[in-house]
């Protein structure tokens, strides 16, 4: 008779592996390949695991990719939050903008830009669970970004006239552009040019309390 190594993992056992890390890798081949373009083997060949056990751990190719999604726009979220509490108004807005071009460059010659709007955005007319997932995003940077100047009015920086929405909006359109100009291959100082436009509107239409 065989004995068994007691030490050896059971057969059939699950591997285990960090989400993060699996998530990040699944990130980057949606990213080079476009939702539609990437394959199951092209994941298991990027996150190193089987696709029983991708399917096992996430379910579907588009479940994975939601998941995948998910976990970059959290790290998103926090970018926003630490740059959003930046005290003074205009202070702020610039750590918005110096974090989206640093983000949006990051990790490419010539740019990433936004795993989002890279994939995601391309895929909202076709599938209803994508494009709701990216409103939702959305949405939230709206809100995230009146919430901050609704807190510059009340505290006295700007005019009660001025509009939080649409201020938000000026903001939320510049990081936008900024990471499809990236993903463009605009250079670091065209980039921020633009944000500095962005910002001198904002001046404009927010004048400071006198």
Known sequence: MVQKNADAPARG?????????????????????????????????????????????????????????????????????????????????????????????????????????????????????IARAVREAMDMLDRAMARRFQKAMEGGEIADAADPAALGSIMVAAHYDIAGRARAGYALAELRALGDRALELVRVLAPTRN
């Open 13 to 129: 056992r699950p591997r285990k592996f960090d989400t993060d890390d699996v998530l990040a890798r699944a990130r980057d081949t949606f990213w080079r390949y476009g939702y539609a373009g990437t394959s199951m083997d092209q994941l298991a060949a990027a996150t190193g695991l089987h696709k029983p056990s991708l399917y096992g751990a996430f379910g579907d190719k588009k479940q994975l990719y939601l998941a995948a999604l998910d976990n970059y726009l959290a790290d998103i979220r926090v970018d926003f939050a630490e740059a959003l509490a930046v005290p003074g108004l205009f202070d702020s807005l610039d750590a918005v903008i110096e974090m989206s071009i640093d983000r949006f460059l990051r990790g490419a010659e010539n740019g990433q830009g936004c795993f989002m709007m890279s994939t995601a955005i391309p895929e909202c007319g076709e599938d209803p669970e």
